[in-house]
């Protein structure tokens, strides 16, 4: 069973609108959620997580524990923001935490 | 500080041919991952390691051993190379298992 869903592949925004990335969890326990971002040519990297509860870039998330989401979302969306965003969870695992990821949306800002 | 490396960074292999792909980390870091990316599919997690000697399998383990005989590498090794496997491959480290993750920069990977 999928335990991050990211239901939308490609989202595409005007510079300047608001922009929402989706992404839902299943687990059972406390999560341990991440945002990260992947620009082009570079090393896909962390842009934030709950416990943090920071912006990074303008972005912010919040974790719904009743709707089980931690949705990505920015009020004016820039060109720079361009890049695959991905959804993590760290679960427990036999071994330790494990961190799963999302299938991963790709946002393209339009100018 | 390189923080992590992989290599090669491109590599062709043909089927039933076997390799190891490297990955090392200089910042002390206890956990590390494996990873490999395809389209559509994000990332998914192949095998993972809280420290040293301890190895546990992730989401996509068949095909794929790994050992960790030190705290600054992770290799990865295909036994039998399989088409099914030409993918993106990414290693990781973080500071323990429930921390941010530190990627590398990826093997692309081929298999024909």
């Known amino acids: 069973a999928q335990r991050v869903t990211q239901p939308e592949k490609l989202l595409s925004v005007f510079k300047g609108a608001p922009v929402e990335l989706k992404c839902n969890y299943s687990?059972?326990?406390?999560?341990?959620l991440f945002w990260y971002v992947q620009y082009s040519r570079q090393r896909l990297q962390l842009l934030l997580r709950?416990?943090s509860r920071e912006s990074i870039k303008g972005f912010t998330a919040d974790l719904n524990k009743g709707e089980t989401s931690f949705h990505l979302k920015k009020p004016f969306a820039q060109e720079e923001d361009s890049a695959m965003y991905y959804c993590?969870?760290?679960?427990?695992?036999?071994?330790?935490?494990?961190?799963?990821f999302g299938a991963g949306t790709r946002l393209f800002v339009k100018a | 500080n390189a923080g992590v490396t992989q290599t090669p960074k491109f590599q062709v292999l043909k089927t039933g041919q076997s390799m190891t792909l490297q990955c090392a980390q200089d910042?002390?870091?206890?956990?590390m991952s494996w990873y490999r990316q395809d389209p559509g599919m994000g990332l998914r997690l192949i095998h993972y390691?809280?420290?040293?000697?301890?190895?546990d399998q992730g989401e996509v383990p068949n095909g794929y051993n790994v050992s960790r005989s030190t705290t600054e590498d992770f290799p990865l090794r295909l036994l039998s190379a399989a088409p099914s496997q030409t993918s993106v491959y990414f290693c990781?480290?973080?500071?323990?298992?429930?921390?941010?993750?530190?990627f590398g920069d990826g093997t692309r990977l081929s298999i024909l």
């Open positions: 990781a480290s973080s500071l323990s298992d429930d921390q941010p993750q530190h």
């Open positions: 687990y059972s326990g406390s999560p341990e």
């Open positions: 993590a969870l760290s679960e427990r695992g036999t071994g330790g935490f494990k961190t799963i």
């Open positions: 910042m002390n870091h206890e956990y």
């Open positions: 709950h416990i």
């Open positions: 390691s809280v420290g040293a000697g301890i190895t």
